[in-house]
Nanobody, 128 residues
Framework: TQVLVESGGALVQAGESLSLSCTAS????????MGWFRQAPGKEREGISCINWSGTHTVYADSVKGRFTISRDNAKNTLYLQMNSLKLEDTAVYYC?????????????????????WGQGTQVTVSS
């Protein structure tokens, strides 16, 4: 069974930093494009950052570019999201997702994830 488990969500103040992790099991991690998505109440899900299987290509939504950094450690089957200079509008449930590299690129995955595997989400709340 393929499982993605996010961790690291918390309540933080605006301007602070937070790091999320996503650990995968039951899949060949380095065969998968990985991504971070978020959904705020009343808003559509947003693909905020995706990374190719080797970690050599990353994409970011304009809303987080320059503040968030995605990375992966294939030896640890883990995806990371370093979030700096957090803003109130970053408040959302953050999900990690995986889709096989044979069917999607990291650029396309962020735009339209389609299928794949999803974690249960972790709440990030930014307060003023």
């Amino acid at each position: 069974t393929q499982v993605l488990v996010e961790s690291g969500g918390a309540l933080v103040q605006a301007g602070e930093s937070l790091s999320l992790s996503c650990t995968a099991s039951g899949l060949s991690f380095d065969d998968y494009v990985m991504g971070w998505f978020r959904q705020a109440p009343g808003k559509e899900r947003e693909g905020i950052s995706c990374i190719n299987w080797s970690g050599t290509h990353t994409v970011y939504a304009d809303s987080v570019k320059g503040r968030f950094t995605i990375s992966r450690d294939n030896a640890k089957n883990t995806l990371y999201l370093q979030m700096n200079s957090l803003k109130l509008e970053d408040t959302a449930v953050y999900y990690c997702a995986a889709r096989h590299t044979a069917v999607v690129t990291s650029d396309d995955f962020c735009k339209a994830p389609g299928g794949g595997y999803w974690g249960q989400g972790t709440q990030v709340t930014v307060s003023s």
